[in-house]
Structure formats: C-alpha cells, structure tokens
C-alpha cells in the first residue's frame, strides 16, 4: 500500500468516527502531541515495536490535521522539502543544526 493510500484510508476512517470534517485543529494537535509524547517514551526505552506504532500513529493525527485544512500530506511534504533541500548545517551532538 502506498502512503497516499494510507492517507485515503486514514481520512475516510476519520469521516465514519466523525472526526471530519467538524474536527478542530486544535484538539487534533492535542492528539498529535500525545502521540510524540508515546514516541518519546518509545525511544527512551529503545521498544521498536511501539516506536513503530507511535510513527504510524503521529502520521494518522497528521493526515487528519492536514485534510482539516484541505491539504494533503504529500503536498505538506513536498512543501517541507523544497524548503529544505537547499539548507546547510551541521550535526551537533546528534542534531542538525541549519545555518542561520
């Protein structure tokens, strides 16, 4: 499956649970930030399979968030990228820090 299948999928489940198109952005970035909270605790604890599931899970919240704005995840990330592709930096203790 690809990741715009997933997407569809995820979208089209939000619409049975009723989540769109009425969700607030808000209270889905609320849902987002509990998911990063779960990958935190994932990584601190080096689990692969719940680090797995937080990502798939951040990636749903996401979805949902983006359509609430009538956009799409591949559109988002395109976005992203065009802006950082042309970025420079550096890896300081294991982050990259873009020039200013």
Same mark, same amino acid.
């Given at each position: 499956m690809t990741l715009n299948e997933s997407e569809n999928l995820i979208i089209l489940w939000a619409h049975n649970k009723g989540i769109l198109p009425d969700g607030q952005p808000l /209270?889905? =970035?609320?849902?987002? &930030? +509990?998911e990063v909270a &779960? =990958?935190?605790? /994932?990584?601190e604890t080096k689990n692969l399979a719940e680090v797995k599931d937080a990502l798939g899970d951040i990636f749903v919240t996401l979805a949902i968030q983006a359509k609430l704005?009538? =956009?799409?995840? +591949? +559109?988002c990330v395109e976005h992203a990228y065009n802006i950082i592709k042309k970025r420079t930096g550096k890896m300081v203790n294991g982050k990259f820090v873009k020039d200013s």
């Open positions: /209270a889905q =970035l609320e849902k987002t &930030e +509990e &779960e =990958l935190r605790e /994932a990584i704005w009538d =956009l799409g995840m +591949e +559109e």
